[in-house]
């Protein structure tokens, strides 16, 4: 299109053109400059927003929980975090753009006591993985993973099911990454 507007500035100069439309075409060719510099930009924008990957493990070397209530199990060594999607000070991960995301959590607990963790997305259970107590098993290690659907904003996370305990160690992950952009707001339904 650039050759095309040159071309016809040109001809228009030696056409017996007015300065007016000499700085009309000018115009022109500055527009068509900008507006390539414009999808230049968003491709880049788009090509950074397809990044979107985190891996954190729960560090302390301590057992977490029992607790009386629910509570939301915080990843604070950040092993990966491309798109800083997933906040280390909350344990939460919130999508920056629209798009199916692959979630994986690995939890690592002493035996003698029952461990659950459960996936959520916006506060909604997605899967689970548990142990019951043994005295006979002296650690337990279990997980789960769920890809998702989710939308702009939508929160994911793991929770620590009331009453149950984990070990905050290197084998305690959350880990997750976006797979497709999809569009805000679309939904696929099963055939």
Known sequence: MRMNLTILLFVSLFCGSTLAETEVFSKLIDLENRLKESETQIEEMKNKATNIIFSAAAVGGDAFGPFSHDTVLVYSRVITNVGNAYNYDTGIF??????????????????????K??????????????????????????????????????????????????WRSDFTTFSGFLIKLVEQDSVVTAI
């Open 94 to 115: 919130a999508a920056p753009v629209a798009g199916f995301y692959y979630f994986t959590f690995f939890y690592h607990a002493g035996g003698e006591k029952r461990s």
């Open 117 to 166: 963790l459960s996936l959520i997305q916006n506060a909604d259970v997605v899967v689970q993985s548990s142990d019951h107590s043994s005295t006979n098993d002296g650690a337990d290690n279990g997980g789960n993973a769920a890809f998702l659907q989710l939308q702009k904003g939508d929160q994911v996370y793991v929770r620590l099911v009331a009453g149950r305990h984990v």
